[in-house]
């Protein structure tokens, strides 16, 4: 079936450091979402995007969509405490109206 | 905070038990998503209502029946549930719009934590 991975799986980093994770699809996405879980928390919404070779920023974060539309990234400038938590992004198949398939996420942790 | 509004936040129960999880949503979403999410692991996909329709089901057992009674509410029945069954039920709704971004972010509720014993 189609899968999402991400890698790492976890990341621990000194706060002030940079950090990034990728996300595969193993089929052509139609859009892919980021979304950011905090430990103990639910999933929130971070971006989506949508075009070949889109690229994003919010404040030290920036998001990528390969030119395939089978991969993302999404790398933070200079960690803070506050980014720590999972970090999940989640494609859309071009057949899927409504299923987004989630990755298999990455775990951020930022040492003070 | 979440505009999402599930209950009960934490679900205690036998496998010989009825219960039901709600979530309800007032943004005018008309999709509504159950996903089911085990520790350290990202939500897996149950069902999605569109319309008040079920679109999709990810051939989840029928101990758990899902159920939409108007636009705003989405229910999960769940009935002789398994131990593996325990884990965070998460809701979420998005909006239907056009184009191939049809649907736009999912806003999850807080989710309800079920333990079966």
């Known amino acids: 079936g189609q899968q999402v991975m991400q890698i790492p799986q976890y990341q621990h980093v000194q706060e002030g450091e940079d950090f990034t994770t990728y996300c595969n699809s193993s089929?052509?996405?139609?859009?892919i979402q980021w979304y950011k879980q905090r430990p103990g928390g639910h999933p929130v919404f971070l971006i989506q995007?949508?075009?070949?070779?889109e690229v994003k920023k919010q404040k030290r974060l920036t998001f990528q969509f390969g030119e395939a539309k089978k991969n993302s990234s999404l790398h933070i400038t200079a960690t803070q405490t506050t980014d720590v938590g999972t970090y999940f992004c989640?494609?859309?198949?071009?057949?899927?109206?409504?299923?987004?398939?989630f990755g298999t996420g990455t775990r951020l942790k930022v040492l003070a | 905070d979440t505009e999402v509004t599930q209950t009960p936040k934490h679900l205690v129960m036998g496998m010989t038990n009825k219960k039901s999880l709600k979530c309800e949503q007032h943004?005018?979403?008309?999709?509504m998503y159950w996903y089911k999410q085990k520790a350290k692991k990202p939500p897996e996909l149950m069902f999605v209502?569109?319309?008040?329709?079920?679109?999709i089901n990810e051939s989840v057992p029928s101990r758990f029946s899902p159920e939409c009674p108007n636009s705003s509410l989405l229910n999960l029945h769940l009935h002789a549930l398994q131990p593996e069954d325990s884990a965070l039920y998460l809701c979420?709704?998005?909006?239907?719009?056009?184009?191939?971004?049809?649907?736009?972010?999912?806003?999850f509720g807080e989710g309800s934590r079920l333990t079966v014993l």
């Open positions: 943004m005018g979403h008309r999709a």
């Open positions: 089929t052509t996405l139609s859009n």
């Open positions: 989640a494609g859309r198949p071009l057949s899927g109206t409504y299923k987004y398939i």
């Open positions: 209502y569109s319309y008040e329709k079920l679109s």
């Open positions: 995007l949508v075009k070949s070779g």
């Open positions: 979420a709704s998005s909006r239907i719009g056009r184009g191939t971004a049809n649907t736009g972010e999912l806003f």
